[in-house]
């Protein structure tokens, strides 16, 4: 790996749900953040939503996936960016962690069946300035777009009654993507809500996939 050589590297230390993760990230990857944190303090307290065999979409750093794996679960990391495969190499060796990590545009290169899904995507809306390389962020001019694609394929990667977890930014059109969840005939629910300033939150959607619902993205 060149990483080490090309690109500065810089040490991210955290104490999240009472553990120590130390992680390695470029500056173009994204790093653990407020969305990271919360979205893995929901996880672990959700832990009885989680299946055993557990794949993690857009890992970028691997953080959530580490927090995962240190408390049992068995998880595999992809991402679509070659430094976030780079450093999640990196990471999960300092974090003593023995897993797959496959580079990935969404389900491209994934040939295993998990039980459970998890994906903080990017979700923000196309034309929104703030971006890291532009698709680690941007989730389509809806902000929806990447994780309806998600949805529409997760059920072929998911062992019987196998679910995804995600979380999402109102920045993003939550009442379109709610409205096509609805519409295709997801079985979701929110398991949590959580207000980060006046106008902004985050949505954490559990989705239970059935394999004898054929029916769903008819649209
Ligand atoms: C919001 S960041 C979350 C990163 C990390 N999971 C976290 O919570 O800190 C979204 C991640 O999804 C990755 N990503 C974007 N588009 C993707 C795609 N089509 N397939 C796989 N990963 C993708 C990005 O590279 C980025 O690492």
């Known amino acids: 790996m060149n990483l080490l050589n090309k690109k500065q590297l810089k040490c991210s230390i955290n104490i999240c749900c009472n553990y120590y993760i130390k992680t390695f990230l470029t500056s173009t990857i994204y790093p653990p953040d407020e969305d990271t944190f919360l979205f893995t303090e929901i996880l672990n307290k959700n832990k009885h939503l989680i299946g055993n065999k557990v794949l993690e979409l857009g890992s970028g750093s691997g953080f959530t996936g580490i927090l995962l794996s240190k408390i049992g679960f ?90 995804l977890l995600f979380i999402i930014s109102n920045l993003a059109n939550i009442k379109l993507l709610e409205k096509k969840m609805e519409i295709n005939n997801y079985n979701f629910e929110i398991i949590e809500k959580k207000n980060v300033g006046l106008y902004s939150f985050f949505n954490i959607y559990n989705i239970k996939y059935n394999i004898y619902n054929k029916n769903y993205d008819k649209n």
């Open 74 to 163: 068995k998880v595999d990391f992809s991402d679509i960016n070659q430094d976030s495969i780079d450093c999640l190499k990196l990471n999960l060796k300092e974090n003593n962690i023995d897993s797959e990590i496959i580079q990935s545009d969404l389900f491209s290169n994934i040939k295993k069946k998990y039980n459970t899904i998890i994906f903080n995507p990017p979700y923000l809306p196309k034309e929104e300035l703030f971006d890291y390389n532009g698709k680690d962020v941007n989730g389509g001019k809806q902000g929806v777009e990447v994780i309806l694609k998600t949805l529409k394929n997760a059920n072929e990667f998911l062992e019987d009654n196998g679910n």
